[in-house]
């Protein structure tokens, strides 16, 4: 049997030498000439892309940076694993996370090359497919790279981007190209992908809609907002994707991708194989099932005054309270206070609430105020006058378990694929992001219409009322990205949706994200921190990277 062997890239220090060998070069010759050695190699980069679903790889990394660095999710504790430096925007040059997010991303950008540049294309319809989809999984991973380590491309595509590697040449180590470079490598790639995949396979491969998805995707990132209306409509016109109904949506992480009508493409993780104990997923963060998984990070109290505009919202589903029992009824609320510091924090406060002539009351340091009901379209609302007079908006609900103060609002989104706690395969590209894509694109292109068109598809499809009009102190961008931060929230766009459109990040929210000194209330899309340093160890490795700014 022949030996095969995949594409590794090991840059690492090991007793003052470093190891570049990706591969033994006669034996990958040999392999990428059988058809069987090629879908074995191609099959190794998707591995090194996904990693596992227990917290390791690429992939698992990189959802981190996405998610925890927006404004949908708060930390009920500190912790010593790196990704709080996401959260909380203390990046360090020594994280391994990103270092993992570096150096695996490089590694399967090395094996795509292989397949690239050793594989003649126009043999017949299964190796092009294969060449296809290294094209597919090598755009990937440097939009991938560029959005953590680069600006974004319309704060300057002459800002620096990653390094540009396109050969197979383990000595070949390029510097730093610019950020519009990397951007045109990426939509070159995606197109010789979508032009070389033309086998119907299931959605945990790359295909050519997959490939047009990206595009589609990358060309919102760009601000051509015709190409990504163009490519999304593609997608949208194959007819090969249909969105889950109100009732299904709820389950969407529990069904295998292959599945899923909505899913385009997917990292399909397995119970046996990809998954150890379940403690270290994604979604162990978020949730304890069947005691497995932490549950210390929770939906933030700005997500859930979004999400519960609507409580028929069928997205709602996605996040579960865990109370206490037996059930004691309370007014709830966010609370901005001065610490014994004086500094700003925010702190959830919690007061039993009681009934007293039909009305509803509840007693906070001594005074008993009551709660009052405002109705506007669409929404019943709660609020008390606070001693300075003004209103404070409050939820009733049954009180809540806690974590050092934070209610345990745990997030379905990433579990229980299949019924296994904790499995989950991340959902890479879908038919919802395409219609909001368009309507990014259509709204950026002042069609109002269009764009609401696409926004209500998805609001009728979450079960809550379309809109007639722009709302009153909105713009038509507005609307759309919020209906983003709703429908993709926890899939890890949400840093990314807010600073390409040259908006701050908000995060005056309960978290421990506050903790320490001259914590990040608002993050500034011009701050230097927006970006990640690139990994100490890389810079060692090859002195020609230049590091970003402090």
């Given at each position: ?79 010593s694993d790196q990704f709080f430096y996401y959260y909380n925007y203390r990046s360090i040059k020594t994280n391994t996370r990103t270092n993992t997010i570096w150096n695996t991303g490089y590694k399967a950008i090395v094996g795509c090359n292989r397949v690239i540049a050793k594989t003649s294309e126009g043999k017949n319809a299964d190796t092009d497919q294969l060449i ?419």
């Amino acid at each position: 049997m022949k030996k095969i062997l995949i594409p590794l890239l090991l840059l690492s220090l090991a007793s003052c030498n470093i190891d570049r060998t990706p591969y033994d070069s006669k034996e990958s010759d040999v392999i990428l000439g059988d058809a069987t050695g090629l879908q074995t190699i191609t099959l190794g980069n998707y591995a090194l892309l996904k990693g596992d679903a227990d917290g390791g790889g690429f992939f698992n990394n990189l959802y981190r940076v996405g998610e925890y660095a927006g404004d949908n999710v708060d930390i009920s504790g500190t912790t010593s694993d790196q990704f709080f430096y996401y959260y909380n925007y203390r990046s360090i040059k020594t994280n391994t996370r990103t270092n993992t997010i570096w150096n695996t991303g490089y590694k399967a950008i090395v094996g795509c090359n292989r397949v690239i540049a050793k594989t003649s294309e126009g043999k017949n319809a299964d190796t092009d497919q294969l060449i296809g989809e290294n094209y597919f999984l090598r755009a990937y991973v440097y939009f991938s790279l560029v959005n953590v380590f680069g600006r974004p491309y319309n704060q300057g595509t002459s800002n620096l981007g990653v390094p540009l590697k396109t050969s197979d040449d383990v000595n070949d180590l390029p510097p730093r190209a610019t950020v519009g470079a990397i951007y045109n490598q990426v939509v070159s790639d995606l197109k010789k992908a979508e032009q070389l995949m033309t086998l119907d396979k299931k959605n945990i491969y790359g295909s050519k809609e997959a490939a047009q998805a990206l595009l589609s995707r990358v060309y919102l990132y760009m601000e051509n907002n015709d190409k990504a209306i163009e490519y999304a409509d593609k997608v949208i016109n194959s007819g090969k994707y249909a969105m889950l109904s109100k009732t299904e949506l709820p389950s969407y992480p529990t069904r295998a991708p292959e599945n899923n009508t909505e899913t385009i493409f997917a990292f399909k993780y397995n119970k046996d194989g990809d998954y150890n104990d379940g403690w270290n997923t994604i979604g162990s963060m978020y949730v304890n099932i069947q005691s497995v998984g932490w549950g210390e990070m929770y939906p933030s109290s700005t997500y859930l005054d979004l999400i519960n505009k609507h409580p028929e919202d069928a997205r709602l589903k996605f996040i579960s309270p865990k109370y206490k029992t037996p059930l004691i009824p309370v007014a709830y609320w966010a609370q901005k206070e001065n610490n014994a510091s004086g500094a700003v924090t925010y702190n959830y406060k919690y007061q039993p609430t009681f009934q007293q002539s039909g009305n509803t009351f509840f007693t906070w340091n001594g005074v008993n105020y009551q709660v009052q009901t405002e109705v506007t379209p669409f929404k019943t609302s709660y609020y008390f006058i606070n001693s300075g007079g003004t209103k404070t908006y409050v939820y009733l609900d049954n009180d809540m378990e806690k974590r050092n103060g934070y209610p345990k609002f745990y997030v379905l989104k990433c579990s229980m694929q299949e019924s296994v706690p904790q499995l989950w395969s991340p959902v890479i590209l879908r038919l919802a992001e395409m219609y909001l894509n368009r309507a990014e694109a259509y709204a950026k292109k002042g069609n109002t219409s269009s764009a609401l068109a696409d926004v209500n598809l998805i609001r009728t499809r979450a079960g809550i009322p379309n809109y007639t009009s722009v709302p009153a102190g909105y713009t038509i961008l507005d609307v759309v990205l919020e209906e983003r931060r709703l429908e993709l929230a926890f899939e890890a766009h949400r840093k990314y949706d807010v600073f390409r459109n040259k908006r701050d990040l908000d995060r005056n929210y309960p978290g421990t994200h506050l903790n320490g000194v001259n914590p990040f209330y608002t993050v500034p899309y011009t701050h230097n921190r927006i970006v990640e340093y690139i990994p100490e160890q890389q810079i060692q490795i090859q002195p020609n990277l230049v590091q970003n700014p402090d």
